[in-house]
């Protein structure tokens, strides 16, 4: 560096730089001169010509020096100005080139007396500061030159350098501010200060530091070590020599004044290791004392500190430069890196502060504290001294373990102390050369993580106090380069002081782990020491936290010995009880210590505890301990948070390592994320929530081990990837592994204080034999899966170390494919029964399975965990740790387990010996099975017996963790033996989760006083949720009796919130579930369920689930006989009669239909009403409550719920199909339904003109359908039943259904208010709408242009009645409504298959619309007389064509055909005349019809009447018999509808016509009898006058008509029927229109056809067998059990798809999609049934389609016969919004559950839990799936039902295809369709004479085909028009 300054400095002539060296030593210069000659050299020589030209005239320069030091002084005590303070700087730069030029003349004692006057003076007290520090840094120069040399004065000089520090008698003096030079001068006496020693520039008025000995400490080891590189040594190595010199007098001496307790026994090499104990603060006063060398203290930690940093540097030199400006001393903000100082300059010194060279370097002007900048050499000469000698490595730890033994007044200090070993840990790659390993040669390993240690979480990071992150300087060079280039030889250390090692390079090498032992134990100091001030207790939590963050960073990256694993243990139990032993109860509060601490505590050493586990053997002894420390803190709520966050993450790690499970990415989810990537149409991947966790909580369950190379040697090597859990979705099968299950119910859970794996994995064990143990050897070798010779052969080539950590700087975590575990394998029998350490095993056998139980005999454990299954192991990666994270006591502890790709492992016999965990006595460390298992059942009892904790508060909070803890098990065990593809059913999983373990501390916890009961109420919902499910094992016999216990004790309290708690959690399930004797509780939960519907409290009481529960027993009396129960609050036992169970259950039932506030739990108890019916009236048992059961269904039609009134409308329509077993019930109830379901709807509807909101008008249509649906039930003799004072029902209904169309006026309304408010009792119900108030919803959501629901479904229904009452089903059945001819069939001249255009050149065709409501066609076509049977004439003799007319309207399509009846079969063809004569029997000469009858008294007369239902024949007729009043009374009885009056015969007589008087019928009357009386007696007179004239005049004559030809215009007969029906009538002119002929025109009658006139409904049937719970096995089933078959037959009938002529749901004809299906239908309603069964399945395609029509119907019907309860998402289909799931169940009932989305409101009548019989199933199952579907369709957004669509597309065809035409035009179209083509049309004016006209017509015949269109067949028709003529054929006939 000097060589290349000098090249920038300004140098002096070379000729007058020799005349300056000539005058230097030239003795007849004056002195001045001299020396400015001398400066002048100074200033143009290097360090090298200044060395030698100094050698060459030493004497006389240091008389130059010496005359001119002399005059300077005699100047500055004359008066002491400006001037002669620079030249005393001029001298004092010369005098320090002759010390630092001339070393070796002055080490010999050169000018020795001269030269320490000098410095003396310089020395002096009187002086001023900078004086005395040039003096200081001057005396340190000589001093160190001296050496050895050095007089025994010089040596009391340096002791005495530092006022008020030592034991110097002259120390006082200068101790303090307040005394004066002049007064310090005269007092003064001694070595420095002695008679003749004057001051030589006195500082009066100078400003002086708060700390003067502090200022010179720092200045003092400042410049020892600054000063050593400016001495120009011949020899270089003199600098070290110096250096060592200087440290070993500074450490003999002030050392020990500055540390008095400082042992110089401590050894780092043989380090004690006893645990700290607790310190008061009162005791550390007196080490404070005095003020001014307790902070000298910090000034060393810190100048110690900065030498042993090894941080990145710069790379600067290191100088120090004294501060100029003098004041008080203040404190320097500290840092996790404390080496940053105020930097001060003083003009004229070329010395500069020593500095780390932080980036952030803290100013304080008003410091005297040194700062360090960068220097090279002199660092690396004080690194070398400080760290190749045993003795000074030692005083380093030795000072280091006083700082922490300081009080938290030196808080600096040791913050500094800790950021040192921070650093040394945290960069393990530069650890200093005591750290290293004895046996290392050369460069220490480099790690693998690189995470800084400051990146550990800091709390309360906006604390202003807590100190900022800072960079330390980078010029320092490195430690790693001391530790191989430093290490000096046994000579040159001997040559440099006893320090001789013998050369052995490992003398100084201490290893890392006594280095982390120290620490450990010396700074658990901190903790240790109690005060009561709050300033220093916020310090002392500071540093707690400090010593935290590194504890953590130890226990996540270091790799620590067993020895120092322990040690860390033991100082972390310590600490926690030193701290944290008082625990918080009553009325004391914790300290501010204790608050911020406790957290961070409790989270430490429970995972370092863990961590400890995983890396390596902890004794039982110290489990003891840990265990017993932990409970006896249970009383910290911060311990059970921990606790709890533990044991999350612990039960993370367990469905990892044990069931192959990720819990944040379970392949349920990912099924889920499948199909919601589908629905979204997305081809990426749904990116998965991977986090980066960073945070000591959280990383600790990650599976890497410690980052040393060292102890990744010893790991066994396996092979990884082989198999895949079945959890996790793998393609590969496991080995043959036997069936293991698990039971549980021993005492209550506790950590085993052994080491074992299996005292606290106890497995179950399956041989393949049966009943036979197997040999742990051969499970070994199954679960290896490969043979011993195959795994050494793959190990002779190949060894993977099984624990690898691979560096990751993304926060994304490596997915790859998890191997299997194999660590139960590893786990030998034998070894652990023949390890001491090892708890013993037991095999017992289980009557529930054939398996065998291991449990655990040492252990205090209420249960063993008995599920552990093979399952990958992963390799996490590790993530650097992140910065400025928030505190380190956070409470979350969750995970991210990710694994890593890693080749795959070879096995040995000797690595599956050892692949056991070294918790197990293995040698693999991480996370395996057994581990897991281990470590999550100790975590889980380590608080001891929860039920000890005396805070009821953390009581709680233990039984919500356990509950979490227990949700997840139970989602473990859900996610089991799903696979991703689900493509196959995996097998039945080995190993499942201990969902019963809790269960004895849940039986304990329930006998505890009141004031823990907040926890009893959570074992109690613990206890119901672990026991009221489907278990893969059987439960025992003695758990399910204490389980029964608890539930009839915890009943028989009648405390509300408990049987809030059993009725909420136990609910329907607890019957459906298998659980033996559950009937024995009826009377207990019947009695709960009364507790809690009359509670007042309706949101904290389950009142659905209870009122489920209730229903759900509504089987029970029809299937069971007597019953054995509980009696309530006794232990005894009665008989239970099935009626008296029956009328418990519905009375309830019934009540709760009434009173019931709540929304769903009123519908579920209409529901179980609806089911109560049904049951009643499929078992014929009708009990006595069923007429009152329907009264309650009836009023609740009116409750303010639209919810439920519209659940009790569809039981009610439900219950219309067993009309006939009602009427025999009860004659008058269908009736009674009819007419108050009328009423009520009546009084919905609104007003005229008021909107209603959608709600309300779809409760509306629905109680409209439901009158119309038992009406087409109800007989037509009942609905047409009157009395004196009411109408008929059907009147009613029309009435209805007429306002509905209408609207209400407010006369009409209120009628129909009074009318139903006598039907009703309002008083026996709640929560009913009031009648005197407005009633409806009058909230509209119509949109504008929107038709009304409510109108058109009134208009549909009437047209329904109209055309379907008594008529339904017709002869071909319930499939057929609407007929399917169309109006070009049987047109055999229209060459077409469909509505096409054609039809509009057709002459007998023409299309119609009535009303405005229905569209008309009139077909004329030839009768088909040729036809077996003659078609629809049936052999009459008739026209030769037929009118058909089609009518199209809201309720379908109808044909009607008639035709010209001429004679009866027996007439002859041919004339007519001929007929007439056959007719007459004129041919076989017969005699004539008498006019008169015979008398009638020739024949006997009888007063037989003929029934109504005969039909009166003239052959059977005998003659008083009046035919046609017997025929009219048959007309009435076989069509009522032809009834002009409904209810009234037609038989009856006329009545008497209005303005006919009584006198004038009787007359009338008295005149026919006289006429008859008259013929009578005519008759009597002449009847034997048969010869004779006058008998002819007896005999009719027969009329026989006349001879004529038949004419057959094409469109006759369908004019005809339009002037018989009167459509051709003048008033009927406005209500008969034309339609306009176009394409569109048929378009719209297409869409019409196609449209269904019923509501449809597809519903799919899925069978699932056992074992089955993939897509692709449950579709392949061709067959199904009995039991399903019986099912499937009761929902509909079957029919044969490719004859079938209903609505078929998309399934084909032509049987690709199966034969025959199962349908359903109903007037209004028609229902197909897609069952798999029935569908193919044995190719590919047959597969697609099959699944494409199950999976699109929005409503599935499972019916399950798996073990597991069937889950949405094995059918994967975006639709499917309901699931009713059918469970046979082992009694004969059936569980019925019913899986619906979010959105999807409530529908019945069954509900989720419902129990069910074989006889009512398949009935309720088809009601409640077509009202899902109903209640689904109603959701979709722009739904419009059948009716809405029908009538929208009638109003699109009146609106744009009516043609409105003037009479003139409607009648030729009448008259002719389309005219024929050889016809034209002409207007006959008045003035043309009829051959004229006749003229036009011949001449217009070439062009009359052009004339004639379809589309405008009467263009030439105006209002003009007189005549039409026909032309036809050559005879030119015209008609007119």
């Not at 025994?152 to 340096?158: P, Q, R, S, V």
């Not at 310090?539 to 010995?561: G, H, P, S, T, W």
């Not at 009819?1234 to 919905?1244: M, Q």
């Not at 719209?1644 to 719970?1669: F, M, P, S």
Request: glycine share 6%.
């Amino acid at each position: 560096m000097s060589s290349v300054l000098d090249m920038f400095r300004t140098r002096t002539k070379e000729g007058e730089l020799k005349k300056s060296v000539l005058k230097v030593s030239d003795p007849k210069k004056d002195a001045l001169t001299r020396f400015k000659h001398l400066r002048i050299v100074l200033d143009n020589y290097s360090k090298l010509e200044a060395k030698d030209f100094f050698e060459a005239n030493y004497s006389h320069i240091y008389f130059i020096f010496n005359d001119n030091f002399s005059n300077v002084e005699a100047d500055l005590k004359q008066r002491a100005n400006r001037a002669h303070r620079e030249d005393l700087d001029a001298i004092l730069f010369v005098f320090e080139k002759i010390l630092t030029l001339l070393p070796e003349l002055i080490h010999k004692r050169w000018m020795f007396h001269s030269i320490g006057r000098i410095l003396k003076k310089l020395l002096h007290p009187g002086n001023g500061l900078k004086i005395r520090k040039d003096g200081i840094r001057l005396f340190l120069l000589w001093y160190q030159i001296l050496n050895e040399n050095a007089s025994e004065e010089c040596h009391e000089i340096f002791l005495q350098l530092v006022p008020g520090l030592g034991k110097g008698i002259h120390q006082e003096v200068l101790y303090g501010k307040s005394q004066s030079g002049a007064e310090s001068k005269e007092s003064c006496s001694g070595i420095i200060i002695s008679g003749d020693i004057t001051p030589i520039l006195p500082g009066s008025g100078e400003k002086l530091p708060d700390n003067i000995t502090k200022h010179y400490f720092d200045a003092l080891i400042y410049y020892m070590v600054s000063e050593v590189i400016k001495v120009e040594w011949k020899n270089k190595r003199m600098r070290e020599t110096c250096f060592v010199f200087l440290f070993d007098n500074f450490k003999s001496s002030y050392l020990m004044w500055l540390l008095p307790t400082f042992d110089k026994a401590g050894d780092i090499y043989n380090p004690r290791l006893d645990l700290p104990e607790s310190r008061q603060v009162s005791e550390l006063e007196s080490h404070d004392m005095p003020g001014n060398v307790s902070d000298c203290r910090y000034s060393f930690i810190k100048w110690l500190a900065h030498f042993v940093f090894i941080s990145k540097q710069h790379d600067k030199a290191i100088e120090n430069q004294v501060p100029e400006t003098v004041g008080s001393e203040e404190d320097i903000t500290e840092t996790d890196q404390p080496m940053a100082a105020a930097a001060e300059n003083m003009p004229g010194s070329n010395a500069s502060t020593l500095s780390t060279g932080s980036h952030h370097s803290e100013l304080d002007s008003m410091t005297s504290s040194l700062c360090y900048e960068e220097w090279v050499d002199e660092n690396d000469i004080v690194r070398s001294v400080l760290l190749t000698s045993r003795e000074n490595i030692n005083i380093i730890h030795e000072s280091f373990r006083q700082a922490f033994l300081f009080s938290l007044n030196q808080s600096k200090s040791i913050k500094t102390v800790i950021s040192v070993y921070k650093d040394w840990f945290q960069h393990a790659d530069q650890k200093p050369i005591f750290m290293q390993e004895p046996s290392d040669i050369g460069l220490g390993h480099a790690p693998d993580h690189h995470s800084s240690l400051s990146d550990i979480l800091e709390e309360d990071s906006s604390d202003e106090s807590a100190p900022q992150t800072k960079d330390l300087s980078k010029s320092l060079p490195s430690l790693d380069s001391i530790n191989n280039s430093r290490i000096r030889n046994a000579s040159y250390l001997g040559a440099i002081g006893d320090l001789a090692d013998g050369g052995r390079l490992n003398d100084v090498r201490a290893g890392i782990q006594k280095v982390l032992q120290v620490f450990i134990v010396n700074s658990a100091n901190v903790f240790l020491l109690q005060t009561d001030d709050e300033s220093a207790m916020s310090e002392q939590v500071d540093l707690c936290k400090k010593v935290i963050n590194i504890y953590r960073y130890l226990v996540m990256n270091i790799n620590m010995e067993q020895k120092t694993w322990e040690k860390m243990l033991q100082v972390l139990l310590c600490i926690t009880t030193g701290v944290l032993g008082d625990v918080p109860i009553f009325n004391r509060k914790p300290t501010d210590l204790q608050k911020r601490l406790a957290t961070p505590i409790f989270q430490t050493i429970i995972v370092t505890w863990i961590r400890a586990n995983l890396c390596v053997f902890v004794s039982g002894q110290l489990w003891d301990q840990f265990l017993g420390v932990l409970s006896s803190l249970s009383g910290w709520p911060e311990l059970i948070r921990q606790w709890a966050n533990t044991m999350d993450t612990l039960t993370r790690v367990l469905a990892k390592q044990v069931y192959g499970l990720d819990l944040t990415d379970l392949p349920l989810q990912r099924l889920t994320e499948q199909k919601e990537k589908r629905r979204r149409g997305k081809s990426q991947e749904i990116p998965r929530n991977k986090s980066n966790d960073k945070s000591f909580s959280r990383s600790w369950s990650k599976n890497e081990p410690p980052n040393d190379k060292a102890f990744t040697s010893n790991a066994v090597p396996f092979e990884r990837g082989k198999y895949k859990s079945d959890g996790a979705g793998g393609s590969k099968s496991r080995p043959d592994l036997n069936k293991q299950r698990s039971l549980s119910g021993e005492p209550s859970p506790s950590h085993s204080r052994q080491p074992s794996n299996a005292s606290d994995s106890a497995l179950y064990i399956r041989s393949n034999s049966d009943g036979n143990l197997a040999d742990p050897k051969d499970l070994v070798e199954r679960l290896k899966g490969v043979t011993s010779e195959e795994m050494r052969e793959k190990h002779d080539s190949t060894v993977i170390p099984a624990c690898t950590v691979s560096i990751s700087s993304t926060s994304e975590n490596i997915d790859s494919p998890a191997p299997e575990d194999l660590e139960v394998a590893k786990l030998s029998m034998r070894d652990l029964q023949s390890d001491p350490d090892v708890d013993s095993i037991s095999f017992e056998h289980s009557e529930q399975d054939t398996s065998y139980r291991c449990t655990d005999s040492r252990s205090p454990s209420p249960t063993s965990i008995h599920s552990r299954s093979p399952s990958p192991i992963s390799e996490l990666t590790v993530h650097p740790q992140q910065k400025d994270c928030p505190t380190p006591d956070r409470d979350s502890l969750h995970i991210e387990m990710a694994a890593t790709t890693t080749d795959g492992g070879i096995e040995t016999k000797e690595c599956i010996n050892d692949m056991r965990s070294v918790l197990a006595g293995g040698s693999v460390q991480g996370w395996l099975p057994d581990n897991a298992v281990v470590l999550w059942k100790r975590m889980l009892g380590i608080l001891g017996d929860v039920n000890q904790i005396m805070d009821p508060e953390n009581h709680v909070m233990v039984y919500e963790e356990l509950s979490k803890i227990l949700d997840t098990l139970h989602k473990i065990r859900n996610n089991l033996g799903v696979t991703e593809d689900n493509t196959f059913s995996p097998p039945p999983p080995d190993f499942i989760p201990p969902t019963t373990i809790f269960t004895p501390w849940e039986f304990e916890c329930l006998s505890l006083p009141d004031d823990y009961k907040r926890g009893k109420l959570l074992a109690y919902q613990l206890l119901c949720q672990t026991v009221v499910k489907r278990h893969d094992v059987p439960l025992s016999t003695e758990l399910l009796s204490q389980f029964y216990m608890c539930l009839h004790t915890g009943i028989g309290t009648r405390d509300q919130e408990i049987i809030n708690v059993l009725v909420k959690h136990c609910g329907p399930r607890f019957f459906s579930t298998p659980l033996q004797s559950s009937t024995l509780l009826l009377k207990n939960f019947i009695q709960a369920v009364e507790i809690v519907l009359s509670s007042s409290d309706l949101r904290q009481t389950p009142r659905s689930e209870a009122l489920s529960l209730i229903g759900s027993l509504m089987c029970f009396p029809n299937h069971y006989q007597d019953l054995q129960v509980l009696n309530v609050g006794e232990l005894s036992v009665e008989s239970l009669s099935s009626n008296t169970l029956k009328e418990c259950i519905i009375s309830q039932l019934l009540n709760s239909a009434k009173k019931e506030s709540a929304e769903t739990a009123r519908c579920i108890a209409l529901s179980s009403i609806g089911v109560y019916l049904y049951e009643e009236l499929c078992h014929q048992t009708l009990h006595s409550k069923l007429h009152e059961a329907v009264i309650v269904l009836l009023g609740n039609l009116r409750c303010k719920h639209k919810v439920a009134a519209k659940t009790a409308t569809a039981i009610l329509s439900m219950l219309c199909d067993h009309t006939d077993q009602l009427l025999n019930y009860h004659a008058a109830l269908p009736k009674h339904i009819i007419e108050v379901v009328t009423a009520t709807v009546s009084v919905l509807i609104p007003l005229t003109g008021i909107e209603v909101s959608q709600e309300e008008r779809k409760l509306i249509v629905a109680m409209l359908f439901c009158v119309v649906e038992w009406c087409m039930k109800m007989p037509i003799s009942l609905l047409l039943e009157t009395t004196d004072t009411d109408r008929s029902c059907v009147f009613k209904v029309f009435q209805v259904l007429d306002v509905a169309v209408k609207g209400h006026s407010t006369e009409s309304l209120s009628q129909a208010r009074q009318l139903l408010a006598g039907m009703i009792q309002d008083s026996d119900f709640a929560h009913l709408r009031e009648l005197h108030s407005p009633v409806g919803d009058y909230k509209s959501d119509r949109k504008s242009g929107e038709s009304d629901s409510i109108q058109c479904a009134a208009k549909l229904l009437i047209n329904h009645m109209v055309n379907h009452m008594c008529h339904f089903p017709m002869g071909s059945g319930a499939s057929r409504l609407s007929s399917s001819i169309q109006e070009h069939h049987d047109m055999e001249e229209l060459e077409v298959n469909d509505l096409k255009q054609e039809i509009f050149y057709s002459s007998n065709i023409q299309f119609f619309v009535q009303n405005k409501r229905t569209l008309v066609s009139f077909i004329e076509l030839p009768a088909l007389v040729d036809l077996p049977g003659g078609g629809v004439t049936a052999g009459l003799t008739t026209a030769r064509t037929v009118c058909r007319v089609l009518l199209r309207d809201l309720t379908g399509k109808y044909a009607w055909e008639s035709s010209m009846l001429y004679a009866p079969p027996w007439c002859q063809e041919g004339s007519s005349v001929k007929n007439a004569k056959a007719l007459l029997d004129l041919s076989s000469g017969s005699e004539l019809e008498p006019l008169l009858s015979h008398d009638e008294h020739d024949a006997p007369l009888t007063d037989t009447e003929r029934p109504s239902s005969m039909m009166p024949l003239y052959n059977l007729s005998l003659p008083h018999q009046d035919n046609l009043n017997d025929m009219l009374r048959y007309i009435g009885h076989t069509s009522p509808e032809c009834h002009l009056i409904p209810g009234e015969p037609l038989n009856l007589e006329a009545g008497t016509p209005e303005g006919f008087s009584t006198e004038s019928e009787e007359a009338i009357k008295g005149m026919v009898i006289h006429q008859k009386v008259n013929e009578l007696q005519y008759y009597s007179k002449h009847k034997m006058d048969q010869g004779s004239l006058g008998f002819q005049k007896m005999l009719a004559k027969p009329q026989v008509p006349c001879e004529g030809e038949e004419t057959t215009p094409p469109f006759q007969m369908c004019r005809m029927m339009l002037d018989q029906l009167g459509l051709l009538a003048w008033e009927q002119r406005c209500h008969f229109d034309l339609l306009r002929k176009s394409d569109k025109l048929l378009r719209e009658l297409k869409n019409l056809d196609n449209q269904k006139c019923r509501e449809t409904h597809k519903i799919a049937v899925i069978y699932v067998a056992e074992g089955q719970e993939d897509k692709n096995s449950i579709l392949s089933n061709c067959g199904a059990s009995k039991a399903f078959e019986d099912f499937v037959a009761g929902l509909g009938w079957e029919v044969d798809l490719e004859t079938h002529q209903g609505f078929l749901g998309g399934l084909q004809q032509n049987r690709t999609t199966g034969n025959t299906a199962p349908y359903y239908a109903t007037s209004l309603t028609e229902c197909i049934f897609h069952v798999s069964t029935r569908m193919p399945s044995g190719t590919d395609d047959a597969m697609h389609i099959k699944m494409r029509h199950l999976g699109n119907d929005e409503i599935h019907i499972i019916w399950s016969e798996h073990t597991r309860d069937y889950r949405r998402g094995i059918i994967p289909t975006e639709f499917g919004d309901v699931l009713i799931i059918i469970y046979p169940l082992p009694s004969g009932l059936y569980r019925i559950e019913i899986n619906k989305k979010a959105e999807v409101p409530y529908f019945g009548p069954l509900f989720d839990g419902a129990i069910l019989d074989r006889k009512v199933l398949p009935g309720l199952v088809r009601a409640t799936a077509i009202n899902a579907s109903r209640v689904k369709r109603s959701l979709l957004p722009f739904y419009h039902s059948f009716y809405e669509e029908r009538a929208k597309n009638f109003e699109t065809v009146i609106q744009q295809h009516v043609d409105f035409t003037m009479f003139e035009d409607f009648a030729a179209n009448v008259f002719a369709p389309v005219l024929p083509q050889n016809a034209t049309i002409m207007d006959q004016s008045q003035d043309l004479s009829f051959t004229a006209s006749m003229t036009s017509v011949d001449q217009s015949q070439s062009s009359a085909v052009d004339q004639v269109s379809p589309a405008m067949p009467r263009q030439s028709r105006g209002r003009k028009a007189q005549s039409a003529l026909w032309h036809k054929g050559k005879e030119n006939l015209v008609f007119y």
